[in-house]
């Protein structure tokens, strides 16, 4: 029986999940059209290479989350857990060419083989942003500012909170990471397993720990925001300013770092409380080194990435589909006329339902089932008129109305 059960993680989207979704992600490329953002679709499996050398070998993703196979040839192969490092490589293996800054979204399934709880998936869905080729201050102005207008098309803004903090340029960084790990050096027997793998190879990440031992000692470490050059401090107070002058709230979060370890400057989330322990729904940065680490030209980046699924419980729920006019034949001589009549209607841009066998009795009760605004009856007598008997499903109100005026009378239920 097992093998009929979805694999642990993943869920169908059953039609009225996809309502949500879609109002989520046609709200998102619609603003993100507005910024002049095009859309962009990578494959859903890359060479496992691709993730490990841009989300680098000791991020959760890399060593925990990817479901990585190989191919009859040997090849190792991942499915795709983000959408960054796909658009990257494609950007190298054959975009560059075009003019930057380049602005690219994307929207698709994701996977990470993760620990089940509500707000996370072994499969999602993620619509995301790129900026490529744009440096300054600004290009995170953008992005942020667009991702907090597809917040608020989504009616989420009064429940959301945009989270901000700066990781600095790699000077910073550096000089940063000598301190935070002569710190952390001195507390090694409390730091967890994974904090201690991670302090030679990756000490920020650290700070993203949700380790209870870990948190008591991060909560006395030295602040990233105390080891910041000038350039740094410049460039984050630009992105603030910006923010402000785009009337886009925010709070710094001193010990907010990504789980991924291509990014510099700019790092932010958007999290809510409305989600339970999943607080994130939209979160991203800068990564100016990731795409000059995956072998192609220095290119400067900002981006983010929201969680469709995550959004799509925040919403408030998307109207259904279209109330259909349900075509009635009563009698074998109508049908034909029936069949023809409904698809006349569709092509006349209606949306029109014909039931599928059955008395009027059983037709218009599924008619009304069906949520059927109007049903169009057609019997033997209306057959001999060139008319049809529309029956308002509201009220039971019923008119003969010509077939050649039926378009311009039912126009009302559309
Ligand atoms: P988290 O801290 O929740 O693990 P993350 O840092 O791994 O998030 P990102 O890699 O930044 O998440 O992905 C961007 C967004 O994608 C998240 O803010 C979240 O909304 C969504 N997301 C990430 N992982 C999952 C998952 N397993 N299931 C559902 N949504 C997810
Ligand atoms: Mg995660």
Same mark, same amino acid.
């Given at each position: 029986?097992?093998?009929?059960?979805?694999?642990?993680?993943?869920?169908?989207?059953?039609?009225?999940?996809?309502?949500?979704?879609?109002?989520?992600?046609?709200?998102?490329?619609?603003?993100?059209?507005?910024?002049?953002?095009?859309?962009?679709?990578?494959?859903?499996?890359?060479?496992?290479?691709?993730?490990?050398?841009?989300?680098?070998?000791?991020?959760?993703?890399?060593?925990?989350?990817?479901?990585?196979?190989?191919?009859?040839?040997?090849?190792?192969?991942?499915?795709?857990?983000?959408?960054?490092?796909?658009?990257?490589?494609?950007?190298?293996?054959?975009?560059?060419?075009?003019?930057?800054?380049?602005?690219?979204?994307?929207?698709?399934?994701?996977?990470?083989?993760? @620990?089940?709880?509500?707000?996370?998936?072994?499969?999602?869905?993620? +619509?995301?942003? /790129?900026? &490529? *080729? #744009?440096? !300054?201050?600004?290009?995170?102005?953008?992005?942020?500012?667009?991702?907090?207008?597809?917040?608020?098309?989504?009616?989420?803004?009064?429940?959301?909170?945009?989270?901000?903090?700066?990781?600095?340029?790699?000077?910073?960084?550096?000089?940063?990471?000598?301190?935070?790990?002569?710190?952390?050096?001195?507390?090694?027997?409390?730091?967890?397993?994974?904090?201690?793998?991670?302090?030679?190879?990756?000490?920020?990440?650290?700070?993203?720990?949700?380790?209870?031992?870990?948190?008591?000692?991060?909560?006395?470490?030295?602040?990233?925001?105390?080891?910041?050059?000038?350039?740094?401090?410049?460039?984050?107070?630009?992105?603030?300013?910006?923010?402000?002058?785009?009337?886009?709230?925010?709070?710094?979060?001193?010990?907010?770092? @990504?789980?991924?370890?291509?990014?510099?400057?700019?790092?932010?989330? +958007?999290?809510? /409380?409305? &989600? *339970? #322990?999943? !607080?994130?729904?939209?979160?991203?940065?800068?990564?100016?080194?990731?795409?000059?680490?995956?072998?192609?030209?220095?290119?400067?980046?900002?981006?983010?990435?929201?969680?469709?699924?995550?959004?799509?419980?925040?919403?408030?729920?998307?109207?259904?589909?279209?109330?259909?006019?349900?075509?009635?034949?009563?009698?074998?001589?109508?049908?034909?006329?029936?069949?023809?009549?409904?698809?006349?209607?569709?092509?006349?841009?209606?949306?029109?339902?014909?039931?599928?066998?059955?008395?009027?009795?059983?037709?218009?009760?599924?008619?009304?089932?069906?949520?059927?605004?109007?049903?169009?009856?057609?019997?033997?007598?209306?057959?001999?008129?060139?008319?049809?008997?529309?029956?308002?499903?509201?009220?039971?109100?019923?008119?003969?109305?010509?077939?050649?005026?039926?378009?311009?009378?039912?126009?009302?239920?559309?």
């Amino acid at each position: 029986m097992s093998d009929l059960q979805p694999p642990r993680g993943t869920h169908d989207i059953l039609p009225e999940d996809h309502r949500r979704h879609r109002q989520v992600t046609e709200t998102a490329r619609g603003i993100a059209a507005r910024y002049g953002y095009e859309e962009i679709s990578t494959p859903v499996f890359e060479f496992s290479e691709v993730f490990k050398r841009t989300l680098g070998e000791t991020s959760d993703i890399v060593t925990k989350e990817m479901f990585s196979f190989e191919d009859k040839k040997g090849r190792s192969l991942a499915l795709r857990p983000e959408g960054t490092a796909g658009v990257a490589r494609a950007f190298i293996s054959g975009l560059r060419s075009e003019q930057l800054p380049l602005k690219l979204f994307y929207q698709g399934p994701m996977f990470r083989y993760e @620990r089940m709880q509500k707000g996370r998936q072994r499969q999602f869905h993620q +619509f995301g942003v /790129e900026l &490529l *080729g #744009a440096d !300054g201050p600004l290009a995170d102005i953008e992005v942020i500012t667009l991702g907090a207008h597809v917040l608020d098309a989504l009616g989420v803004a009064d429940k959301v909170t945009l989270e901000l903090n700066t990781l600095g340029d790699a000077e910073s960084r550096q000089s940063y990471r000598t301190k935070l790990v002569g710190y952390l050096e001195g507390f090694k027997d409390k730091l967890s397993e994974d904090s201690l793998a991670r302090l030679d190879r990756n000490p920020l990440r650290i700070l993203d720990s949700k380790d209870q031992g870990d948190r008591a000692v991060i909560a006395g470490a030295p602040l990233l925001a105390d080891h910041l050059n000038d350039a740094s401090k410049a460039f984050f107070e630009d992105v603030q300013k910006g923010l402000k002058t785009a009337g886009v709230e925010y709070e710094i979060n001193p010990t907010l770092v @990504r789980g991924l370890d291509y990014y510099c400057h700019t790092a932010f989330e +958007f999290t809510t /409380e409305t &989600l *339970g #322990a999943q !607080g994130a729904v939209l979160a991203g940065g800068r990564y100016d080194g990731l795409i000059e680490t995956m072998g192609g030209p220095p290119t400067p980046g900002t981006g983010w990435a929201a969680g469709v699924e995550r959004l799509a419980l925040m919403i408030t729920e998307p109207p259904g589909p279209a109330r259909p006019v349900a075509v009635v034949p009563v009698g074998e001589a109508a049908e034909a006329e029936a069949l023809s009549l409904t698809q006349k209607l569709r092509q006349a841009g209606f949306t029109a339902d014909l039931g599928f066998s059955g008395n009027l009795k059983k037709r218009l009760k599924g008619a009304n089932k069906a949520g059927a605004a109007a049903a169009v009856i057609i019997g033997e007598d209306e057959l001999a008129k060139g008319a049809a008997t529309v029956r308002d499903m509201e009220t039971g109100e019923q008119t003969e109305v010509k077939l050649s005026a039926l378009e311009d009378h039912l126009a009302r239920y559309r």
